[in-house]
């Protein structure tokens, strides 16, 4: 299995701002992704971010927006921008591993925003 | 496009008694199927996944999952839930593309009473 961490795990930020999060692996895998669960909600794929290659963004989330980075194997960032409260959300970093056919996304506990 | 749909928001089950989550999907082809739970403060886990092969998935922590083409369902079900089963359920759809791209449903909280 994987495991994953993110930091910070909860944070409480001001509108217009932007946060940082971090998510950490401790095994290298090739596949990234980011979530988004806003409340009382179910998950939503924010992208997929593959080391070394820009992120693949899914319909409704823009980089400007949502800028992340994966500068190696075990490590990415995804970037909160000029929030408003509508960005109040848990995001959740995930990762694909496991050999073929008996693979599975294993995903960090997430980070819980609020935006004031 | 795949979908989920999960119609129960919430259900409440006494200890000791069995329990059952719907869960429907909408998917063209052959579905990648799972179910995650999801513990306060803490990340999703995997109870089980259906790719092919037996229809009936058996998991993690005594759960177990049947797989209805017919129905295009995937309940969960498990026969005498514990007080620490109460938690979020989400079940999700992959299709594969070199990985899983998970569509989620909207989940279903799970509270157990005494």
């Known amino acids: 299995s994987a495991v994953i961490s993110q930091k910070p795990s909860r944070d409480i930020c001001q509108r217009g701002t932007s946060l940082t999060i971090q998510c950490q692996v401790d095994?290298?895998?090739?596949?990234m992704f980011w979530y988004r669960q806003q409340p009382g909600q179910s998950l939503t794929l924010i992208a997929t971010a593959n080391q070394g290659s820009e992120a693949t963004y899914e319909s409704g989330f823009v980089i400007d927006k949502f800028p992340i980075s994966r500068p190696n194997l075990t490590f990415s960032t995804l970037t909160v921008s000029n929030m408003s409260p509508e960005d109040s959300s848990i995001y959740l970093c995930?990762?694909?591993?496991?050999?073929?056919?008996?693979?599975?996304?294993?995903f960090g506990p997430g980070t819980r925003l609020t935006v004031l | 496009a795949q979908s989920v749909t999960q119609p129960d928001i919430h259900i409440t089950v006494s200890e000791g008694a069995s329990l059952e989550l719907r869960c429907n999907y909408s998917?063209?082809?052959?579905?990648?199927l799972f179910w995650y739970v999801q513990s306060p403060g803490q990340g999703l886990q995997l109870l089980l996944k259906?790719?092919?092969?037996?229809?009936l998935v058996q998991g993690i922590k005594g759960f177990e999952a049947e797989f209805k083409r017919s129905q295009s369902s995937f309940n969960l079900r498990k026969p005498s839930v514990h007080w620490s089963d109460a938690a979020e359920y989400f079940c999700?759809?992959?299709?594969?593309?070199?990985?899983?791209?998970?569509?989620f449903g909207t989940g279903t909280r799970l509270l157990v009473s005494p």
């Open positions: 995930s990762v694909f591993y496991g050999a073929p056919l008996n693979n599975e996304q294993f």
């Open positions: 998917y063209g082809a052959t579905p990648y």
């Open positions: 999700a759809v992959g299709s594969f593309s070199g990985f899983q791209k998970l569509v």
């Open positions: 259906y790719f092919s092969g037996d229809t």
């Open positions: 095994s290298q895998v090739t596949m």
